[in-house]
């Protein structure tokens, strides 16, 4: 027992505990091009670069895999013009399963530009797959714009 007013010695460190802070990373293209997609076709988007990653890696230029199980806030865009007519739609899968709130539809024609982009909050677990799909019910053909054309931006808000 110490003396009235004197301070122990100190004790051993506790563990680190986790941050989620450090769990982000994502996927962006650069490249124009263009694309088709087949009647009833999935088409997983292919991306040229990648955003600077922590607690989560790359599947060459398809996918993000999730280093960490949990609760993750995904951001997604595509930019481009099309060369069809038609319902196109775009979404977000979580080990080839399209998670409800990342789908995103609307009608396109010949020489438009449009801009989709959605955000999404799904659980994962690790090593989970994200993909950014493409996908209509009649062919569709679509042309890449200069820039920033495609983004799919991922980060862990929360343990599951």
């Given at each position: 027992?110490?003396?009235?007013?004197?301070?122990?010695?100190?004790?051993?460190?506790?563990?680190?505990?986790?941050?989620?802070?450090?769990?982000?990373?994502?996927?962006?293209?650069?490249?124009?091009?263009?694309?088709?997609?087949?009647?009833?076709?999935?088409?997983?988007?292919?991306f040229s670069d990648f955003l600077p990653a922590?607690?989560?890696?790359?599947?060459?230029?398809?996918?993000?895999?999730?280093?960490?199980?949990?609760?993750?806030?995904?951001?997604?865009?595509?930019?481009?013009?099309?060369?069809?007519?038609?319902?196109?739609?775009?979404?977000?899968?979580?080990?080839?399963?399209?998670?409800?709130?990342?789908?995103?539809?609307?009608?396109?024609?010949?020489?438009?530009?449009?801009?989709?982009?959605?955000?999404?909050?799904?659980?994962?677990?690790?090593?989970?797959?994200?993909?950014?799909?493409v996908f209509a019910k009649q062919f569709a053909?679509?042309?890449?714009?200069?820039?920033?054309?495609?983004?799919?931006?991922?980060?862990?808000?929360?343990?599951?």
């Amino acid at each position: 027992m110490l003396p009235l007013g004197e301070t122990g010695p100190t004790g051993p460190a506790g563990p680190a505990g986790k941050s989620t802070a450090k769990v982000h990373g994502g996927l962006f293209n650069l490249d124009e091009g263009e694309f088709e997609v087949k009647p009833d076709e999935i088409v997983a988007m292919t991306f040229s670069d990648f955003l600077p990653a922590g607690g989560m890696w790359y599947d060459d230029h398809h996918s993000v895999v999730l280093g960490e199980q949990g609760v993750y806030e995904i951001y997604f865009s595509l930019r481009a013009h099309s060369m069809t007519c038609g319902r196109l739609h775009i979404a977000v899968t979580n080990d080839g399963e399209v998670i409800p709130s990342s789908r995103i539809s609307c009608e396109v024609c010949p020489g438009a530009e449009f801009h989709f982009s959605g955000m999404a909050v799904t659980k994962a677990s690790a090593g989970a797959h994200l993909h950014f799909i493409v996908f209509a019910k009649q062919f569709a053909k679509i042309k890449l714009r200069e820039g920033a054309n495609l983004m799919m931006h991922v980060k862990k808000l929360a343990d599951a």
